[in-house]
């Protein structure tokens, strides 16, 4: 019999509420492409290394967006509300993600979100997986607390640096936190996955930074989703050959460099071959 994981069961007392923790801890899976849907004022945008001032526009009906990834074959979806990321209040950007939802869609997402409950309204809303950002720097505590609640595939932390030092609040603080230190931080915490995000990269187009994705791996023993800078189907290739989890990919979609099922089909067939390279029958075929 294949073994897929173990089945975890806990109960949680917090704040005079008991929680039940149930954990299906999975074997190490594949490969995800993560199409990005970043929203701002309930538009899809994407930022140029997350300025505000250098935004463009890619469509103002995020629901036909997602599901135009779905019909290219996507299972999940990163989302930012971006409005919240900068502190601020948005509705249209609530309306949006409500509606991609109705696409049954797996939705990995963040921005804003910077306590308990907004984590549990996100997750009760029916997204797959949160992502904390700024709240992982500023409020540690609210990582001890989410990952006595939630299985670390629910709740992640985004790790967006820029030369090496993790930005917050819509990356515009610098916390002067190394990103290979946060990510040691945040395992020993009980975090196991993370979205890095090279700024510099981001919405670019230079190509993703595989060395320092993967180094943050290394060094932390965290599961790194690699973010910011895709142009080529090369970067999806590279990601998958190195053993990282997955990849977000954002404007070079949106600029047609290449479609989404082109890079879900590189990545499958990067896969196979890794699997191929690596059977022990190998040679003997
Ligand atoms: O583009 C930006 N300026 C930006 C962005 N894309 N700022 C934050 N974010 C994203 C992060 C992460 O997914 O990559 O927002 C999320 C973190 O939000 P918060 O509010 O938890 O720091």
């Not at 932390?220 to 800078?229: D, F, H, K, M, N």
């Not at 082109?262 to 499958?268: G, I, Q, R, T, W």
Request: aromatic share 6%; glycine share 12%.
């Amino acid at each position: 019999m294949q073994k897929l994981g173990v089945l975890c069961v806990s109960a949680v007392r917090f704040s005079g509420e008991v929680f039940i923790k149930m954990e299906f801890m999975k074997e190490q899976q594949g490969f995800t492409v993560y199409p990005a849907i970043d929203l701002r004022g309930g538009k899809v945008v994407r930022l140029a290394q997350g300025d505000p001032r250098r935004q463009t526009v890619y469509g103002d009906d995020p629901l036909e967006m997602a599901r135009r990834w779905q019909a290219e074959g996507a299972s999940w979806l990163h989302v930012v509300n971006l409005d919240g990321a900068f502190g601020e209040t948005a509705s249209a950007n609530e309306i949006a993600l409500s509606e991609i939802l109705q696409t049954g869609l797996k939705v990995q997402f963040g921005g804003g979100i910077r306590d308990i409950s907004g984590i549990q309204r996100a997750l009760n809303a029916g997204i797959s997986r949160v992502v904390i950002g700024t709240a992982a720097i500023e409020n540690p505590s609210l990582i001890d607390v989410a990952m006595r609640i939630y299985s670390p595939e629910k709740v992640i932390v985004g790790i967006d640096a820029q030369a090496g030092s993790v930005k917050t609040r819509g990356w515009k603080q610098d916390s002067k936190l190394d990103a290979v230190a946060l990510g040691r931080r945040i395992y020993a915490q009980g975090v196991r996955w993370c979205v890095f995000t090279d700024i510099e990269r981001d919405g670019v187009s230079t190509g993703v930074n595989i060395p320092a994705t993967v180094n943050l791996a290394r060094e932390t023993g965290l599961q790194v989703i690699a973010s910011g800078g895709v142009s080529s189907l090369r970067d999806v290739e590279a990601a998958a050959r190195s053993g990282l989890p997955g990849i977000i990919i954002g404007r070079a979609l949106y600029e047609g460099a290449f479609t989404l099922r082109a890079a879900l089909d590189s990545a499958k067939d990067t896969g196979q071959k890794k699997e191929a390279d690596s059977s022990p029958l190998r040679g003997s075929e």
